[in-house]
């Protein structure tokens, strides 16, 4: 689903965002929290991604529809509820390694 058009588009969507954030994060099973930072990067991207899904949505059923996509309040809602618990875990695991960030 992901395509270099899509990813061009959405760039452009953000010009006023940090390249670093708008690239992916994708899940690897040998690093911690990787949820949590993709859930990070999504609350901070979130209108964006909302116009981006919005843009996008049809009633056909192809490669190009984006309608199993569209998040709802509660699910923003939902993240942001995730993203709290797991902060104070994320900054704990990370104190304890010796590199404390303590701003996500």
Known sequence: MVTAQRIEEFMKI????????????????????????????????????NLFVAQHLTLAKDK?????????????????KVNAFIK?????VKELEGKSNTSR
Do not use: H
């Open 14 to 49: 953000n010009t006023d965002i940090d390249d670093k954030v708008l690239y992916l994060v994708k899940e690897n099973d040998t690093r911690w929290f990787f949820t949590y930072l993709m859930i990070i990067r999504a609350i901070l991207l979130r209108n964006s991604i």
């Open 64 to 80: 190009k529809n984006l309608v199993d996509f569209v998040l709802s309040l509660d699910d923003w809602k939902y993240c942001a």
């Open 88 to 92: 104070l875990l994320y900054i704990l």
